[in-house]
């Protein structure tokens, strides 16, 4: 399911953040067993300690769904996809590149673009350099290009697209106005036919909204599992699928 290659974690300071406060609340727990004064110091020790376990067990599931998780989800919803000859299809805010490297190895029938603007505080070590060392990899150079750009403005014509794809990327701009012209954007290369599938956290109603308001035919928030969970079921990620 993985493909050959490195791709980071996602917002790699987050598991650290949750690591950092399981630290801090298992040291708020030993105080608290030290001092011994009654049932209530018990009591809170006992809270605490619960608290250090979840936000360990927050960090690991986090690490788990960056790591491994989104690829088991979208080798899932890529088997979906039928498609053909001559197809492009466009990943937006690809990273380092794994939805694209995978749709690539899925169809080789198809050409793949990805497009982001390589921030790492999106994803560690995101660069372009480095999706095309994964590409290469993967031996599919040939058939998977990058672009340096912004989703809210893409350098495409109208109707290019057969697919796009979105990873755990939209939600990486930060006002509802910037969002919908992303989602307008992927409208418009979107040729007729076409298909959308994003997978991402709190804001797929949103989108969906957006793609039905446009005309497409949309399925979805559907949740993905315990794979998708970055930290718990409160951050859970879900998928949609639009029909144009």
């Known amino acids: 399911m993985k493909p050959r290659g490195k791709y980071g974690i996602d917002a790699p300071w987050v598991p650290w953040l949750w690591i950092g ?10 105080a ?3 001092w ?5 110091t018990v009591a809170l020790a006992w809270y605490f ?3 250090t376990v979840v936000y360990l067990i927050g960090a690991g599931l986090y690490w788990h769904a960056s790591l491994l998780g989104k690829f088991a989800i979208w080798d899932r919803l890529l088997r979906r996809v039928s ?3 001559g197809d ?6 690809c990273g380092r590149g794994s939805v694209a490297i995978m749709t690539a ?4 029938e198809a050409s793949v673009t990805g497009i982001d603007l390589w921030r790492v505080g999106d994803q560690s070590g995101n660069s372009r350099s480095a999706a095309e060392a994964n590409t290469a990899l993967n031996g599919i150079g040939e058939r998977l290009a990058f672009d340096t750009g912004d989703m809210t403005s893409l350098p495409y014509p109208d109707a ?3 697919l796009i794809t979105a990873s755990l990327s939209l939600h990486n701009i930060h006002t509802p106005e910037g969002r919908r012209m992303a989602i307008q954007e992927a409208v418009r290369v979107l040729a007729p036919g076409g298909r959308v599938l994003i997978v991402d956290i709190q804001r797929t109603r949103e989108y969906a909204a957006e793609l039905q308001r446009l005309g497409l035919t949309v399925s979805g928030p559907t949740r993905l599992g315990w794979r998708s969970w970055w930290t718990g079921p409160w951050m859970a990620a879900t998928e949609l699928d639009a029909i144009r």
């Open 105 to 108: 190895i899925r169809y080789p």
């Open 160 to 162: 290019t697209f057969t």
């Open 21 to 30: 406060i399981a630290a801090v609340s298992a040291a708020v727990a030993v």
């Open 32 to 34: 608290f067993g030290l």
């Open 36 to 40: 011994g004064a009654g049932w209530w």
């Open 83 to 85: 498609l053909s000859t």
């Open 88 to 93: 492009r299809v466009l990943d937006l805010g």
């Open 49 to 51: 300690v619960a608290c």
